[in-house]
């Protein structure tokens, strides 16, 4: 496999790594520093918004400057914001505010960052020459391995290193990860305009604010997009109110809280199952068939997930999820290459991770809510409903019976 394949996966594998042990071990951080669980709630709630602001005006800047070093910049910020912390912590010791403050600043790193990543895949498969179905594929592999291997590297390193000493490791993925991507050649990265689709040009506030509104006209004005951008926020929301919420409380009750890692290690290993596979055979299936196999699988484990039944059961739903969910995730991306213009990427798939950022919150507190007042059956049973409306919305939308590969640009249009 071609160098720059390689150096982009290996970019994105490690920084999803860090990102996935920072999510263990913030938390705990803040935890052992403050001795608060609101506080820990504070940090997390005052970074959502300016996320969602950042994804959202960060796309401008992503399509106005090579992909490549969009890419290496948002990973540099990530680093800097989390090395901030050991040194703050050494220097003067660390407060909410701290912790606040940081968290802002991290968030101008992070859905940027991985708007940035996605934006600059088209440019790798060109220069590659891989297929895009390959490496999506391996894409979606490796983030599955992340995030089973994360998670558990964030408990050893918790109990080997002191206190926000481990977040070393995660500035040190990050500044890795930017490393990796510059052996991405920088011609690879240059953005390519066409005819119905200039390259944007710097500006003041009025320019951003058009080049904005462009990239939320496209959004919206395509069916195929909004179609994948709503079903991919039901996927987060529905997934993160089981796997925060739902699971948390049924194990608990159950008295076997131990056997919830299982649960997301099955999640993680059915992701792994379903990357690979799209990675080896993707590229000779026909997409309406796997669009609807995918939806149908997710659907069926998210049932066996609602069940609560035995043990074996919600491990086999969250396999399937994962599963299934592997071979989804890599069908999109490749769909979302062939039709979002190559100069207005960075702000379309910035405002769909915007939205994706959103979705967390919102399943979590509409798990919360329902579990509080009718019981944690009635929560799960509405959340899988929720996806089952979803896909099945999916699957009716015109747009996606029609699945064939196009000249690049799709349906997405934006008036001049």
Known sequence: MPLSAVAYLASFFLSLLGNAVAAVALPLIVLQTTGSALSAGVVAASTAIPAVLAGLFMGVVVDRINRRTSSVATDLVSAAAVAALPVVDAVSGLTLGWFVLVGVIGSLGDVPGMTAREALLPAVVRHSGVAAERLVGLREALGAVALLVGPAMAGTLMTVLEGA????????????????????????????????????????????????????????????????????????????????????????????????????????????????????????????????????????GFALLATLAAPWVVFLGAFMVGAASGLLNGLLAVLLIERIPETLRGRVLGAQNAAVTVAPPVGILVAAVVTEYVGVEAAALLLASIWAVAALATVAARPLRTLGPTRGDGEVKVDA
């Open 165 to 300: 000493t481990v977040l070393w490791i995660t500035a040190a993925t990050s500044l890795l990860a930017a490393a990796l991507t510059l052996l991405v050649p920088r011609s690879a990265g240059v953005i390519v305009p066409d005819d119905d689709h200039p390259h944007p040009t710097s500006g003041g506030a009025r320019s951003v604010r058009r080049e904005l509104r462009d990239g939320l006209r496209a959004l919206t004005g395509s069916a195929f997009l909004v179609a994948v951008t709503v079903l991919g926020a039901a996927a987060v929301l529905v997934l993160t109110g089981f796997q925060a919420l739902v699971l948390p409380v049924y194990f608990t009750f159950a008295d076997r809280g131990h056997l919830l890692g299982f649960v997301l290690s099955a999640l993680a290993i059915g992701a792994l199952v379903g990357g690979a596979a799209y990675a080896i055979v993707g590229s000779r299936l026909p997409r309406a068939g796997l669009l609807a196999a995918t939806l149908g699988g997710t659907t069926v």
